[in-house]
Nanobody, 119 residues
């Protein structure tokens, strides 16, 4: 059974860097036909795709690309998100999710981690 588990700081001050990590169990993140993705949901808003690792390549949302860095640690079976220069508008629940190349929707999600940007 595949499981994804996010971990994050909970509270970040404005202008600082937000870092969240997704720990994956039940299968390797190096499998080439899988998309590993960061998605967030801000209060009162819909889901926002932030970026994806696929087959070793990383794809970013155009609107967030200048502030976002996604990486993976294959030895720990984890992938991570860093978001720089945060503002209160970056307050959201941050989710990691997995999608197969062969299926439509994301089939596995983490439970989400709340990150609040506030001084």
């Amino acid at each position: 059974q595949v499981q994804l588990q996010e971990s994050g700081p909970g509270l970040v001050k404005p202008s600082q860097t937000l870092s969240v990590t997704c720990t994956v169990s039940g299968g390797p993140i190096t499998q080439n036909d899988l998309y590993w993705t960061w998605i967030r949901q801000s209060p009162g808003k819909g889901l926002e795709w932030m970026g994806t690792i696929y087959s070793g390549n990383i794809y970013y949302s155009t609107s967030l690309k200048s502030r976002t860095s996604i990486s993976r640690d294959t030895s720990k079976n984890q992938f991570s998100l860093q978001l720089n220069s945060v503002t209160p508008e970056d307050t959201a629940v941050y989710y990691c999710a997995r999608k197969s190349y062969y299926s439509g929707p994301y089939d596995y999600w983490g439970q989400g981690t709340q990150v609040t940007v506030s001084s």
